[in-house]
């Protein structure tokens, strides 16, 4: 499936962990070309001098004591689980 | 002064009556219960509702606190303890939070009542709330017509006199937004000034809680009681929390506003233009100095915005992956089939696209080409602003280039959806705060739509826009406008 862009939606869904029909390929595909043609205008900013901003404000290297604090019983951890037993998450057969 | 009357106050009305012992808290529950289902059946502003809780708390309300026994909405991205919050997603359409987040255990501190959840974009990434998989939120002033987004069912639901004040979050307008096409003031506070733990993450470096409101004053009374620093939020500022309500005044004596001359762009409504000069003159009769500003980046602008706030989201909406919260596929076969399939039957089409795109920024071979260069672009957006706020004390635009649009009109053209936040998106970028005041209305087929005015202050310097917006606000009569929906059920 090529668009106008590099992108290729099939395997950069597959990558996202995300299904997609062939027609919401299809839909994405044209209007992820669009936006990507639309973001190319960045090529023409000057960069050279310039660092990159993870962030707005300098904030580095936040710290905190590396102690114990309360937080969730496993039961409240458990709690929004779409499948649990025996104080754990039930998920389907990882190993043969 | 009847009950029936008191959802149409603001939030300072509202605290003199039930300081003076007129009104009981329990009263107010009562009263905003009976107007939310008045009005919302047809606006669709609220996702869930806890009257019953509200009533109990109500019953044990300190009325003098700062903003006790004052009912607030809470946009369903924010958990509240045992409520639903379910991002506007079916994903997490059946999660019940099982805590409450810094804002929300701020609310309670301060006295206020947390009773129900907004609609909104899913996950807070549109700009109409038309994306929510939940329902549809019209604007009060034209039911044909979108409330804005994403926080557009807190923005209704204020407008509607369903709610006396609302959170939203704000990580490319979605509070400015949304306030300015339903007719409210919505206030973006600069990052890292409110706390984002317990507020689900679309793009961290981005993210803003902050008030919806009827009045410049609620938003500061609001600020106050949610701002400061968090030790759960490592990006939360540690800096000292000025009394945003104390500083607000009448007169604009001395103070410099820039006018941005990239804002003056051609796709400007005229009606918004038109309102927007308005604006300008009173401002300068009020005694401030505007003064042209030039932000030579700002065409840059969304397209930094598309790539960086997607790559976030790529990152964090993989924590739905069907294991430990949320929407399960049923019967899948191995892990990868649990995770393709919760996320396809879970997300909506504006969260698959927002996560591919995100992920294909970020992946091998274009991480330098896209995330890279677009973090070095936001730095010079940025430094756009901070050259701008040399001169002046806050930039002046309008929030939106048009008011309301149609419900459908841009959803099959996202790159025209994401166009929308024009005005707004840079202001997250470079981190600043930012407000939205009413500043007029476009006349639309017999409906008034309502224009709104944005002011961007520099980091930290929230009391100087409330300061400002206030100032405009109080030598206007906009704010006293209220939509068709809440004057005919006043009446009957």
């Not at chain 2, 945003?244 to 990239?262: I, Q, S």
């Not at chain 2, 936001?378 to 040399?390: C, V």
Request: proline content about 5%; glycine content about 8%.
């Amino acid at each position: 499936m090529a668009g106008t862009s590099e992108l290729d939606v099939g395997y950069v869904a597959r990558l996202a962990r995300i299904n997609l029909t062939e027609d919401e390929k299809n839909a994405f595909q044209k209007q992820l070309d669009d936006v990507l043609k639309y973001v190319e205008k960045l090529r023409q900013a000057d960069v050279s001098h310039v660092e990159a901003a993870a962030h707005a404000l300098p904030i580095f290297n936040v710290f905190r004591e590396d102690a114990a604090s309360e937080w969730f019983t496993a039961e409240e951890a458990l709690s929004n689980a779409p499948r649990k037993a025996n104080d754990l998450f039930i998920v389907p057969k990882v190993v043969e | 002064m009847t009950h029936k009357d008191l959802p149409a106050l603001s939030i300072a009305d509202l605290q003199s009556f039930l300081r003076r012992r007129e009104v009981s808290a329990r009263e107010v529950i009562d009263a905003l219960r009976a107007r939310i289902e008045a009005v919302d059946g047809e606006l669709g502003a609220y996702l869930s509702l806890d009257m019953d809780a509200a009533a109990r708390e109500a019953e044990k309300a300190n009325v003098d606190l700062p903003l006790g026994g004052v009912p607030l909405a809470i946009k369903d991205i924010v958990n509240v303890m045992g409520q639903p919050c379910t991002c506007g997603s079916k994903i997490l359409e059946r999660y019940r939070a099982p805590y409450d987040a810094t804002v929300i255990q701020k609310l309670r501190a301060a006295g206020a009542i947390p009773f129900g959840k907004t609609n909104l974009d899913e996950f807070a990434m549109g700009s109409s709330t038309e994306n929510s998989a939940m329902k549809l939120t019209r604007n009060p002033w034209d039911f044909a017509r979108v409330p804005g987004g994403s926080s557009g069912g807190s923005a209704a639901a204020v407008a509607a006199d369903a709610a006396f004040g609302a959170l939203g979050s704000d990580t490319g307008g979605s509070i400015r937004q949304p306030a300015a096409l339903s007719g409210v003031v919505g206030f973006k506070p600069t990052y890292g000034r409110v706390s984002r733990f317990g507020l689900v993450a679309f793009a961290s470096s981005l993210d803003q809680i902050g008030p919806l409101t009827k009045t410049v004053r609620d938003a500061a009374v609001i600020m106050n009681a949610i701002a400061g620093h968090d030790p759960q939020d490592s990006t939360s500022l540690n800096e000292m929390v000025p009394d945003f309500a104390a500083k607000l005044g009448n007169d604009l004596r001395g103070v410099r506003l820039g006018l941005p001359k990239e804002y003056m762009i051609e796709g400007i409504d005229p009606r918004v233009k038109a309102a927007i000069d308005v604006a300008l003159k009173q401002m300068s009769s009020l005694g401030a100095e505007i003064i042209e500003v030039s932000l030579p980046h700002t065409d840059y602008a969304v397209a930094v915005y598309y790539i960086l706030a997607t790559a976030e989201a790529s990152a964090n909406l993989a924590r739905f992956d069907g294991v430990r919260y949320g929407y399960r596929a049923e019967n899948p076969s191995d892990m990868l089939e649990l995770y393709g399939r919760t996320r396809e039957e879970g997300f909506g089409p504006e969260v698959k696209r927002r996560v591919i795109l995100g992920t294909y920024v970020l992946s091998s071979g274009y991480y330098d080409a896209y995330y890279l260069r677009a973090q070095k672009v936001r730095e010079l957006i940025r430094q756009d602003f901070a050259k701008a706020f040399e001169k002046v004390d806050a930039l002046i635009s309008p929030t939106s280039p048009v008011p309301a649009f149609k419900l459908g009109e841009r959803t099959a053209d996202p790159l025209k959806m994401y166009l929308a936040d024009i005005f707004t998106i840079a202001a997250n970028l470079a981190g600043i705060c930012g407000i939205s005041v009413p500043c007029g209305f476009a006349e639309a087929n017999g409906h008034r739509l309502p224009i709104g005015l944005q002011l961007l202050g520099k980091p930290l310097d929230e009391a100087r826009i409330l300061q400002i917006a206030q100032a405009y606000e109080q030598n206007t009569d906009w704010h006293k406008a209220r939509p068709p929906v809440a004057s005919a059920t006043h009446k009957a």
